[in-house]
């Protein structure tokens, strides 16, 4: 089994900035992928953005120059570091790690932004 536990969102006006951590534990044999997927009230869960253990990363075009992905590979711990916020950035955001034929998810945390 793996967990994953996330922290770090909340309320903050437009323009603001929030980091979001996750934190991952249990049988990580196999961990490459770490990434993001949010979900806005009354829309479907989207991928915000993936890293690999190597470092490439990528980037829903909508966040692409805002949002930062990265990881501490030691801790097994990926990061999203979200600036100029919009309050369409408004959603719950998942942490999203697949092994193998599995696909694992994090509580969810969630990020209101205020116009």
């Known amino acids: 089994q793996v967990q994953l536990v996330g922290s770090g969102g909340g309320l903050v006006q437009a323009g603001g900035s929030l980091r979001l951590s996750c934190a991952a534990s249990?049988?990580?044999?196999?961990?490459?992928?770490m990434g993001w997927y949010r979900q806005a009230p009354g829309k479907q869960r989207e991928l915000v953005a993936t890293i690999t253990s190597g470092g490439s990363k990528n980037y829903a075009d909508s966040v692409k120059g805002r949002f930062t992905i990265s990881r501490d590979n030691a801790k097994n711990t990926v990061y999203l570091q979200m600036n100029s916020l919009k309050p369409e950035d408004t959603a719950v955001y998942y942490c999203h790690v697949p092994i193998g034929i599995y696909t694992y998810w994090g509580q969810g945390t969630r990020v209101t932004v205020s116009s």
């Open positions: 249990g049988r990580l044999f196999g961990l490459n992928v």
